[in-house]
């Protein structure tokens, strides 16, 4: 049977050796447990969108995808295998946070100094680009209101070239992507400073197809917990600043639907 995995949250262009040799030591750990269809090569974006038709794929073997999904539009597609561990800053264990940044000459303080700005959003399905945002500002909100402006950028990229270059106010990008970007790809951070961060929750999970079985899934978490201690894949792993993997339950990241359910209560569903 064909078998399909992708990597797609932090395949960043610099990274793509890295991300390729992972995955082959990731595979290899597989096929060692039975999944002789491992593919060779990851299933990469052709353009936006592409990871949604992925994960929905039910002849995915292994994927990488945000929170948010996982508990809203993926619940019933994607099943969760475990959590990785990153070395990134302001990372805690299985545990994440987004980095609020701001242009390096913005008057802004606080979080309240950016009242009726304009924040740039990666998408609406996110956890790092706007639910955190959301739970982080919703206190502050007076009538449903506090933004002026929302653009969708579809990318963090985006979002913080928007921010950047003035055309934003603020946007908010997951630790993980921000620390890879400094180590990588600095100069994209340019022109740009950290605010302040948002509350965590679990890290972005490594998942499979919903109708896996438990021993399949068992199996797919003996290979990741391989790979991550494999010697030979140890520059591979620094170089993407993976750790280790955590197994989780589920129930885990229903914390990012309370963090949603806590801003809707509070009189602030959305980012304006």
Not at 137 to 159: D, I, M, N, W
Request: aromatic share 8%; proline share 5%.
């Amino acid at each position: 049977m064909a078998m399909l995995a992708s990597l797609p949250m932090y395949d960043l262009e610099p990274l793509r050796p890295a991300t390729d040799a992972w995955w082959s030591g990731i595979a290899a750990a597989l096929r060692r447990r039975g999944f002789g269809g491992a593919p060779e090569t990851l299933a990469r974006e052709g353009g936006f969108g592409d990871r949604f038709a992925q994960w929905a794929d039910p002849d995915l073997l292994l994927s990488q995808t945000c929170g948010y999904p996982l508990t809203h539009d993926f619940a019933d597609k994607l099943r969760l295998v475990a959590t990785p561990l990153y070395r990134a800053e302001h990372c805690a264990g299985p545990r994440y946070c987004s980095v609020v940044v701001v242009g390096k000459e913005h008057r802004a303080i606080t979080i309240d100094d950016l009242r009726g700005g304009h924040v740039a959003v990666n998408g609406f399905d996110s956890q790092s680009g706007f639910n955190s945002l959301r739970a982080l500002v919703a206190p502050l909100a007076q009538g449903g209101r506090f933004f002026g402006k929302v653009s969708e950028t579809g990318r963090h990229a985006a979002s913080l070239a928007m921010v950047a270059a003035g055309k934003a106010d603020v946007c908010a990008i997951d630790c993980v992507s921000h620390g890879l970007w400094r180590r990588h790809m600095p100069e994209l951070l340019t022109g740009t400073r950290v605010l302040t961060v948002t509350a965590r929750a679990p890290s972005l999970p490594y998942v499979t197809h919903a109708g896996r079985s438990d021993a399949e899934v068992a199996s797919m978490r003996a290979a990741l917990v391989e790979a991550a201690a494999d010697p030979a894949l140890s520059e591979v792993r620094d170089r993407l600043l993976i750790a280790g993997f955590e197994t989780l339950s589920r129930a885990a990241y229903d914390e990012i639907d309370a963090m949603e359910a806590d801003a809707i209560a509070a009189g602030y569903p959305e980012l304006a």
